[in-house]
């Protein structure tokens, strides 16, 4: 027994001398600590079961970042995971996502973490922004054990919240918290953070459908229609998803592009008739290119849908304005009170209706004034003021129809409709001059309107500018030679620039078949180149029961009765003028003076 304990320890000893001898040696040599560093890290290899990550990838929270490149599609994270799928994703569009989707699908069990990961993206993004591309399909959301900055951006989307936490490691980073986007809510306080983070994104991928149509969206949200026309139109290159030909549409006709609108929507509506969303812009549309019949037509199509739709049964009221309906307006005025009294649309008509059917300009007055302390810095509000203010020669909310469209003018000099409305209010004042000054503007702008460039015809007859008003009057008509309103300022200016024999041809030719406000306006036009005084009054008294509301033949006809010094026929005839204007002051202070003259 005690020589096998002496013999294993003489072994022993010639291992460990032989150990430390080598240990010597290595240590002693450049290569030997080379050798030594290896085996060491070797050994801590086989100690560590913990994976390190490749070379490229950078921890976040639980997972790796994907650093997406341009030409290969992605890496890092989802290695492992094909450049073409990725590329799928990157792309973004309905049609590339349910192609990914086809592709990475599997069973739940098979699921590699950052598989279902990328699936989860694909699934989201296709339910939050391109809801019409899947009703047909089944998508299968996977479930998402382990929680990152992908699933976390999203989730913060989907419940409104916009995530400022993924920085701009890559392009998944930059784009997924833009979801947003996608949904109704406004998010104004992080507009310039998504706009940087999407600008980001698509200098990485210029092609991203996806990318280009949330940026659209923002520009959408900030009413920048220019800017999200071009992005979507980018993106209509790689796909004519609902969604993004809708958007197009919609940016197209608050540009007043409505030919380019109209294209777009009635290619829609042939594989979209039932949607609520594209009949509503339809009918919108329509209305902007004065179609008021097919306006009606998509208005009734939205409320068979949905007889509660409180904003179609307004549009319904507004559009039996515009066309002089007021008795179905205000039937429908009258049930929309019944919910609200104080929406802006339903005070702006009710004020028109009062005053243009009811012809009660005060009570106008005081449901606009009523509009101003509820919406005081609404352009619409203030515009229509400015208007009923200029029209009724009265203080709004103690303020001209000139100080109403300047406070307009001041932040947008080349408003149309705050130009045309200050001009009306200086015409109605007789300042001619300033009257012509600002119509030069309105005339130097783009499409500046035809009722806009017939009154720049007449302030420059007022002023004696005959060329200037032939010309205008002139070229207008030769464009519109059906319009109303070119038709008759052409008349104006033929019968006011020394033409008479020309506009006796023309008056004399139109004035069969004519519609009752056009034949009175042409009797009215023919009496001034009557030969006598029975002469004019019988053209007068034809306009008047052409058309009981023509202002200017009754005004002349007082004007005829008062030179003869026949003051009570002046009289009546003044009264039914005031009737139709009963707040214009220079009309009262002349029937102030008849009633001296009669007494």
Request: aromatic share 10%; net charge neutral; proline share 2%.
């Amino acid at each position: 027994m005690v020589k096998k304990v002496l013999c294993l320890l003489l072994i022993f000893l010639f291992f460990a001398e032989s150990f430390f001898a080598a240990d010597y040696y290595l240590g002693d040599s450049e290569e030997g600590q080379v050798l030594l560093a290896k085996a060491s890290k070797k050994s801590k290899k086989k100690k560590s079961k913990k994976k390190e990550p490749p070379e490229d990838e950078e921890i976040i929270g639980e997972v790796t970042a994907i650093n997406v490149d341009k030409n290969r599609g992605g890496a890092g994270y989802f290695s492992g995971i094909s450049d073409e799928m990725l590329d799928l994703v990157v792309v973004g569009s309905a049609e590339s996502l349910i192609k990914a989707y086809n592709g990475l699908k599997k069973a739940n069990v098979d699921y590699l973490e950052n598989e279902r990961v990328l699936v989860f993206i694909v699934t989201s993004i296709l339910k939050m922004v391109w809801p019409s591309q899947i009703q047909s399909l089944s998508i299968e959301e996977p479930e998402v054990t382990m929680k990152n900055l992908y699933t976390g951006a999203i989730d913060s989307a989907k419940n409104g919240i916009y995530d400022t936490s993924t920085g701009n490691k890559d392009f998944f980073a930059l784009l997924l918290p833009n979801l947003l986007l996608a949904g109704a809510i406004s998010h104004s306080e992080y507009y310039e953070l998504a706009e940087k983070s999407l600008n980001e994104a698509l200098a990485l991928r210029p092609d991203s459908v996806l990318a280009n149509y949330l940026l659209a969206l923002l520009y959408t949200k900030t009413e920048r229609s220019a800017l999200a026309v071009e992005k979507l139109r980018a993106a209509a290159q790689g796909s004519k998803a609902f969604e993004i030909l809708f958007c197009l549409a919609n940016n197209l006709n608050a540009l007043g592009r409505y030919d380019e609108s109209k294209s777009v929507t009635d290619t829609l509506i042939v594989l979209y008739p039932s949607s609520i969303e594209l009949l509503k812009l339809l009918a919108r549309n329509s209305y902007d290119i004065a179609d008021y019949s097919s306006a009606e037509r998509y208005a009734l199509l939205v409320l068979q849908q949905n007889p509660a739709d409180l904003e179609m049964l307004l549009f319904r009221a507004k559009i039996f304005v515009t066309t002089g309906e007021y008795l179905k307006a205000t039937s429908l005025l009258d049930v929309y009170s019944k919910t609200n009294t104080n929406s802006k649309d339903y005070l702006l008509l009710r004020s028109r209706v009062q005053k243009e059917w009811n012809k009660n300009s005060s009570l106008a007055i005081t449901t606009i004034e009523k509009a101003l302390s509820i919406y005081p810095n609404d352009k619409s509000v203030i515009l229509a003021a400015a208007e009923l203010a200029g029209e009724s020669s009265a203080l709004i909310g103690g303020k001209s129809g000139a100080q109403l469209a300047n406070q307009v003018l001041a932040s947008e000099p080349e408003n149309k409709q705050a130009l045309s409305f200050l001009i009306q209010t200086l015409v109605m004042e007789g300042k001619w001059a300033e009257s012509y000054a600002a119509s030069k503007k309105l005339m130097a702008l783009q499409n500046p309107g035809t009722a806009n460039i017939a009154e720049h015809a007449r302030i420059c007859l007022s002023l004696s500018y005959n060329n200037e008003a032939w010309d205008t009057a002139s070229s207008l008509y030769a464009r519109l030679p059906k319009d109303e309103k070119a038709i008759q300022v052409y008349v104006e200016c033929l019968v006011r620039t020394g033409r008479g024999a020309q506009a006796s041809r023309f008056i004399n030719s139109s004035i069969n078949g004519a519609s009752s406000s056009m034949k009175s306006f042409l009797y009215y036009q023919r009496s001034f180149l009557a030969g006598g005084e029975a002469a004019q009054l019988s053209d007068l008294r034809a306009a008047v029961i052409a058309n009981p509301r023509n202002s200017d033949a009754l005004f002349r006809m007082y004007g005829i009765y008062f030179a003869k010094q026949d003051y009570r026929k002046a009289q009546y005839y003044l009264r039914q003028v005031i009737a139709l204007n009963p707040n214009n002051q220079a009309y009262l202070k002349l029937n102030q003076d008849l009633d001296k003259l009669i007494r």
